[in-house]
């Protein structure tokens, strides 16, 4: 069964500093697309990074870079340069098959980053 | 362009009750999602509807809870017979043709059932 796992329910980094939140999966798929989403306390989901499971390079979306390491399966998420708005809770996910139209996409329990000033 | 709304966004209810939320996705967008997320956790994946054919449905969608999108635009999604156990944040999401990888969120409907 796929399952994803973020090992660090909170993480603290000091404004201005890099951190990665880390993200394991498990699939038997050879075709799958992983992605990061940050939640803020308002509540809504926003978009961060895609990783297609054939990309051969590393995906980067401004601040944003996943660290994928498909033998190890794990898509870390590496956030440059911490902002206080990046305070947020941040949630991996895979999506099974998306070349072959699979739909269903399966959320870690999230990992809730904290900067400070 | 105003994203994907939900309504409404808050609903308390007795239990057995039935209840009914809404979503409109981004007008050009032909895929539609909906999600459950209880407090502390990632969201769970209920169903996916391309245009107005559901072409997925999780396990955990019980027969209590029916989803449409009859005209391929909004969706309606449906809980008869509500229990407490179905308190959650109800998600809805939309992508596009073009770039199907990228799902856009709505605000949610908190549902709390008394």
């Known amino acids: 069964a796929q399952k994803i796992t973020q090992t660090q329910p909170g993480m603290f980094v000091q404004e201005k500093e890099a951190v990665t939140l880390d993200c394991t999966y498990d699939?038997?798929?050879?075709?799958?697309?992983l992605f990061w989403y940050k939640q803020p306390s308002s509540g809504e989901m926003i978009f961060l990074i895609y990783?297609?499971?054939?990309?051969?390079q590393n995906a980067t979306e401004g601040r944003y870079s996943l660290n994928f390491q498909k033998a190890r399966k794990s898509a870390n998420l590496v956030i440059s340069a911490s902002q206080l708005g990046d305070s947020a809770m941040y949630f991996c996910?895979?999506?099974?098959?998306?070349?072959?139209?699979?739909?269903?996409?399966?959320f870690g329990a999230g990992t809730r980053l904290f900067v400070k000033a | 362009d105003t994203g994907v709304s939900q309504n409404p966004r808050h609903k308390i209810t007795k239990r057995g009750q039935n209840v009914t939320f809404r979503c409109d996705p981004i007008?050009?967008?032909?895929?539609l999602y909906w999600y459950r997320q209880t407090l502390g956790q990632g969201p769970e994946f209920l169903t996916y509807?391309?245009?107005?054919?559901?072409?997925?449905k999780s396990r955990l969608l019980s027969d209590r809870f029916s989803a449409e999108r009859p005209k391929g635009s909004f969706s309606t999604l449906e809980i008869q017979r509500t229990e407490q156990g179905d308190s959650a944040m109800y998600l809805c999401?939309?992508?596009?043709?073009?770039?199907?990888?990228?799902?856009?969120f709505g605000p949610g409907t908190r549902l709390t059932v008394l």
């Open positions: 999401a939309s992508s596009s043709p073009t770039r199907g990888n990228e799902q856009f």
């Open positions: 699939t038997s798929d050879q075709s799958y697309g």
């Open positions: 990783q297609g499971s054939y990309d051969e």
């Open positions: 996910a895979m999506r099974e098959a998306p070349n072959t139209g699979g739909f269903k996409t399966i």
């Open positions: 007008s050009e967008h032909n895929r």
């Open positions: 509807f391309q245009n107005e054919a559901q072409l997925e």
